[in-house]
């Protein structure tokens, strides 16, 4: 699949992260392969969009958020039967932690921050999702 | 080749910053994200990286420094008919939080990482080295350092979109050499 038809128009995402910086970085770095961003500051306000019936293809998770983190929301998410794409972005560096950051519900986890590659893979993760669905 | 000397300028500018190796590769991924749309991009995220990682460096100093914690000593005197009340206030030196230590500059190293800061970075990595091994002097070594790796960065960094500004961004992002 070349990097063109990796762009798509239908997507969405949903950024959380408690870092201003970072989520001006993954915004970009998801509008430029033409998907429809969102922004969340801490896990909180990412599952009280969901439970306000906003839906998302992906969602880009912090793990270290204040209120409510990373792990907390995938975990919650997942209990209302969200079926997003959720990847964990995080800068823990101990195995461990990751470990347990993936078994609250994370598809993926790649360390901040995040590359054209790593948007690439998780796209092409997408269309084979819903390849897969239809 | 550049015609226009005030953008060799600051293609020279942007070179030398690889070079001396104040950026990495990252800083590059920064640029490609940079469109006609978001002209000020990379400036945007570089000025929103130094406004979270003074935060983050005033933590450090705080947790670094500022660890003392006074205590009140009340000494009761008699001598001759004559009570002497001495009031002795001692500081008491709390001791290091590492592991706190540790936490805010993983978090400032990620930060910097995020930008390509390379020298800032690999301050930190002899920091928190410092902190595992609950070295404090060795701490505040690596943290006088990093300061100041921080504070030319900034210095650098403000120069060039300062110059960037009058000249418009360079054409293309191009891999340092």
Do not use: W
Request: aromatic share 10%; hydrophobic share 40%; charged share 25%.
């Amino acid at each position: 699949m070349s990097d063109e038809d990796i762009v798509n128009n239908n997507l969405t995402a949903l950024v959380v992260d408690d870092s201003p910086m970072i989520r001006k970085l993954h915004e970009m770095h998801l509008k430029k392969f033409g998907l429809k961003v969102q922004v969340a500051e801490n896990g909180k306000n990412a599952v009280d969009l969901f439970r306000c019936g906003a839906s998302f293809n992906l969602i880009l998770m912090d793990k270290e958020m204040p209120i409510m983190d990373g792990a907390e929301a995938t975990k919650e998410l997942r209990i209302m039967g969200v079926t997003s794409m959720i990847v964990g972005v995080t800068s823990l560096d101990s195995i461990f932690e990751r470990q347990a950051f993936m078994e609250a519900g994370l598809d993926h986890c790649f360390t901040k921050p995040l590359t054209s590659e790593n948007i690439i893979f998780l796209l092409q993760e997408l269309n084979n999702k819903n390849n897969e669905e239809n | 080749m550049d015609r226009n000397p005030i953008r060799r300028q600051l293609a020279i500018m942007r070179q030398s910053l690889f070079d001396q190796g104040y950026l990495d590769e990252q800083f590059i991924e920064l640029e490609q994200l940079q469109d006609d749309a978001n002209p000020n991009f990379v400036e945007e995220v570089v000025t929103l990286y130094f406004r979270d990682s003074a935060r983050l460096i005033l933590n450090i100093h705080h947790a670094l420094y500022v660890h003392f914690s006074p205590t009140l000593f009340l000494f009761l005197f008699i001598h001759t008919h004559k009570v002497m009340i001495l009031l002795l206030f001692f500081r008491e030196r709390k001791p290091f939080d590492f592991k706190k230590l540790d936490g805010f500059m993983h978090q400032f190293k990620g930060s910097s990482s995020s930008i390509g800061a390379n020298k800032v970075k690999a301050e930190s990595t002899l920091f928190r080295e410092y902190c595992r091994s609950a070295n404090a002097e060795g701490c505040m070594r690596a943290f006088q350092q990093l300061k100041k790796e921080y504070a030319t960065l900034r210095k650098k960094l403000e120069a060039y979109f300062q110059l960037a500004r009058q000249t418009g961004p360079l054409e293309t992002a191009t891999r340092p050499k």
